[in-house]
C-alpha cells in the first residue's frame, strides 16, 4: 500500500551531524503526519519528532536544540536534520508516516525499515 524508504545513516563521530531523508510512496490520498522514532536493542520504540503537513512540528526534549524536523510536501518526503550528536543517540531510525490511502477509508500507520544511526569516536 504504502513504502517508506530512508536513507541517511552511518557513523558519525560525537558532535557530528547527519541527515536522515524518507520518502513516502503507494497508494496515498492523504499523509496527515510524518516523523521520526528510534529504537535501541532491548528498549521500547520512541518518538523522536514528528510533523505535520503545515509544518506544525513536535520534538521530543532531548532533540530541542539538536535535531530539525522538516517536510517537502510535494515529494511526501520527511527529513531529520541531527547535529551534535551525541553517543546515546545511537540506535536504529525509523521513518513514520500517518497515511490515509485509496484502499481502506480509515488513517494507518506505515513504518520503514529503518537506518542505523551509530555515534562513536
Known amino acids: 500500500q504504502v513504502q517508506l524508504v530512508e536513507s541517511g545513516g552511518g557513523l558519525v563521530q560525537p558532535g557530528g551531524s547527519l541527515k536522515l531523508s524518507c520518502a513516502a510512496s503507494g497508494n496515498i490520498i492523504r499523509i496527515d503526519n510524518m516523523g521520526w522514532y528510534r529504537q535501541v536493542p532491548g528498549k521500547q520504540r520512541e518518538r523522536v519528532a514528528t510533523?505535520?503537513?503545515?509544518?506544525?512540528?513536535n520534538l521530543k526534549d532531548f532533540a530541542k536544540g539538536r535535531f530539525t524536523i522538516s517536510t517537502d510536501t510535494a515529494k511526501n518526503m520527511v527529513f531529520l536534520q541531527m547535529d551534535d550528536l551525541k553517543p546515546e543517540d545511537t540506535a536504529v531510525y525509523y521513518c513514520?508516516?500517518?497515511?490515509?490511502?485509496?484502499?481502506?477509508?480509515?488513517?494507518?500507520?506505515?513504518w520503514g525499515q529503518g537506518t542505523q544511526v551509530t555515534v562513536s569516536a
Open positions: 510533523i505535520t503537513p503545515g509544518g506544525m512540528a
Open positions: 513514520n508516516a500517518r497515511v490515509l490511502t485509496t484502499t481502506r477509508a480509515a488513517v494507518d500507520s506505515f
